[in-house]
């Protein structure tokens, strides 16, 4: 997320000015063209039709990204000049990024044999160049952040036999530096990786379904089934997030792409501008946990555990399902404190006539499933034919159907979204390679696993602090990538199943967008709502509580994560719905049609807790401290019948 411009942050096109008017001149056709290009490459080079090696697919693709962004995003926030014309400096450095790429290409049989053996001098002078340069995108697409974390970490290569015992190593010289980052152990490693191959035709196929009207869709279908119910703007809201959450992964632009109607209709019906602006980012997070697309991090997720996509979405579905089931309860109960009722019905798109006019919507959405779990296709593959099928479904009615400049467009605009991840991924992987050179992981995780033998709830809230603090100011992607190389191996040291140690630190890495004092969506969202930025965050935090405990629970019971029989997975899901429930009612202190007590409230989340976690014990305690809860309502309503 770039603070610094907001309007490259809201990824609106670089191709329209700030009326939404399509831009011209040679920049802007310049700009579009390297676009096209970059996807009609992408989409060929991951069809099947073709075989290219990693390490060239990873050139091609950050150079491209190079290339753009120099092009797309300003050197500072009041650079607005490059919206009409080319700052020599930029078109340079991307042309010098470009071909940084083009010369592992033309060398690459040599090149990959001896980078981080016995390097030569221009490989060892394009490596610190290419380094430098993914320092730069970084910083522009992402802020100072990602970089500075970077910057420690090489300088932490360079000083370590300074430094103090427990992370001390022996230090390495620049060439040896360079080299190392400058292959497929750096910047070329899995994060790019997975940049080029799931990354970019996910944020493709969202820029062709939005682009087509499809998501308006998903908002218009919130709308439509939630409504006119009791809260019921907030309700469409948390829904269409979810929805959203499929054609996006990213807090910041659900946010963006649903808040903007959501949060005046929440606080037209009474809501206060703090609240509505809780909702709708904790909502638009929960939208990187929702299966079935959750965002570039869990394609990373896949990969660094050794696992599919698809097992990936499984074990993630039940935990969202309770995140935002939770926040649904919590909205419909603030909605019934305050009085608050939905919108008038005859003021709603109705359901049955927005299914009839709109239902090819939907079909990309069940063509990702079909080849995720009916065909068992690789995540690649189902991105592909879902953004071929969202491509074919746009000629069935003249209002969709793309003529060339939108069809380019499209193209262009799936490209640039995607190179912010291509930063992110390049400037982790220098993260990533210095770990592995120093063996600073394994330091931090002999650490952990120190505190592990005197509690291993101690380290899963270490990991958990470690994870927002990394993660604050960051977007997930990267926050994960670099949590993945530091706190994962310890947790799977300390006995943890790998699967459940990446979910725990991915849920918190996600999180860091809502919790303060640096929450990027609750900055945004509160921008929309004209509200208190501080009091966003808290409240959000305390709409999302569920999701600061679940990772623990599906740590201690993996039933949660469908590991296990049928009936463990069931009665464990079910007691995690009741106990979700009972938390929703003590964090907003409503019972039974009142306000509750203290002495209600505290039983309410204790026998949440409990409920939540697998395992009869605490499931029979969780029941009887419910059921001491009902007490005091069970008394005064026989009271009132007397």
């Not at 430094?163 to 190593?169: A, Q, S, T, V, Y």
Request: hydrophobic fraction near 55%; glycine fraction near 10%; charged fraction near 10%.
């Amino acid at each position: 997320m770039d603070e610094k411009n907001p309007k490259f942050a809201e990824g609106l096109s670089p191709l329209e000015d700030e009326g939404g008017k399509k831009t011209k001149g040679f920049h802007s056709w310049f700009i579009l063209i390297l676009a096209v290009a970059m996807s009609l490459y992408h989409l060929y080079a991951l069809s099947g039709l073709t075989i290219v090696t990693s390490v060239k697919l990873y050139a091609i693709h950050l150079g491209f990204s190079i290339f753009l962004i120099f092009l797309v995003y300003p050197f500072t926030s009041k650079s607005r000049e490059i919206k009409t014309r080319f700052p020599v400096y930029d078109f340079m450095l991307g042309i010098i990024g470009a071909l940084s790429s083009v010369y592992i290409i033309v060398f690459y049989q040599d090149f990959i044999f001896r980078i981080d053996n016995a390097p030569t001098i221009p490989d060892l002078i394009l490596g610190a160049i290419t380094i430098l340069l993914v320092l730069e995108v970084s910083r522009r697409t992402i802020g100072l952040s990602m970089p500075a974390v970077a910057l420690v970490f090489l300088v932490y290569a360079f000083v370590g036999y300074y430094l103090p015992p427990f992370i001390r190593h022996r230090g390495y010289d620049l060439e040896r530096v360079i080299s190392h980052l400058f292959s497929e152990q750096g910047i070329f490693n899995i994060p790019i990786g997975i940049s080029v191959r799931y990354v970019f035709l996910f944020i493709l196929f969202g820029s062709f379904l939005e682009s087509c009207g499809g998501g308006k869709f998903l908002i218009d279908l919130a709308t439509a089934m939630f409504g006119g119910t009791r809260g019921g703007p907030a309700k469409a809201e948390t829904v269409s997030s979810a929805f959203f959450g499929t054609i996006s992964g990213s807090a910041v632009a659900n946010v963006i792409g649903t808040g903007t109607f959501t949060i005046p209709m929440m606080k037209s019906i009474g809501y206060k501008s703090h609240f509505a602006a809780a909702v709708e980012c904790v909502s638009s997070t929960g939208g990187q946990i929702m299966p079935p697309v959750m965002g570039a991090g869990a394609f990373i997720l896949a990969e660094l555990v050794g696992i599919s996509y698809l097992d990936v979405c499984k074990a993630a579905a039940i935990p969202a399902v309770l995140y935002f089931l939770s926040i649904y309860i919590m909205i419909d109960l603030e909605a019934a404190k305050t009085g608050l009722k939905g919108l008038p019905w005859a003021d709603l798109p109705k359901l049955g006539p927005l299914l009839r006019k709109d239902f090819l919507f939907i079909l990309p959405i069940f063509a990702l499933i079909f080849f995720l779990v009916g065909l068992k296709t690789t995540a690649t593959l189902a991105g592909f034919w879902a953004t071929v099928v969202t491509f074919v479904i746009t000629f069935f009615k003249r209002e969709t159907r793309m003529g060339w400049r939108k069809f380019l467009d499209t193209l262009a605009d799936g490209a640039i979204k995607a190179t912010q991840v291509a930063a992110v991924c390049a400037c982790a992987g220098i993260i990533i390679g210095i770990v592995a050179l120093t063996g600073v992981g394994l330091k931090i995780s002999s650490i952990m696993i120190d505190l592990g033998g005197v509690s291993v709830l101690l380290s899963l809230f270490i990991a958990m602090c470690i994870s927002l603090i990394l993660g604050m100011g960051l977007p997930t992607t990267a926050a994960y990538i670099i949590c993945a190389a530091i706190v994962a191996p310890s947790l799977i040291k300390l006995g943890l199943p790998p699967l459940g140690a990446h979910l725990f630190i991915f849920y918190f890495s996600c999180l860091s967008a809502i919790t303060p004092p640096v929450a990027v969506a609750a900055y945004v969202a509160a921008g929309i709502a004209r509200a208190n930025p501080v009091k966003v965050g808290f409240t959000a935090v305390r709409l999302g509580i569920v999701a600061f405990i679940v990772p623990y629970m599906f740590v201690y019971g993996p039933a949660l994560l469908l590991k296990g029989d049928l009936f463990s997975i069931f009665w464990a899901s079910l007691t995690a719905i009741i106990g979700v429930s009972a938390l929703a009612g003590a964090m907003e202190r409503w019972f039974m049609g009142k306000v509750a007590s203290w002495f209600q409230t505290g039983f309410l989340f204790a026998s949440a807790l409990l409920l939540i976690k697998p395992g009869l014990t605490t499931d029979m305690i969780g029941f009887g401290l419910l059921a001491i809860a009902f007490i005091p309502w069970a008394w005064a309503k026989k009271r009132r019948g007397l």
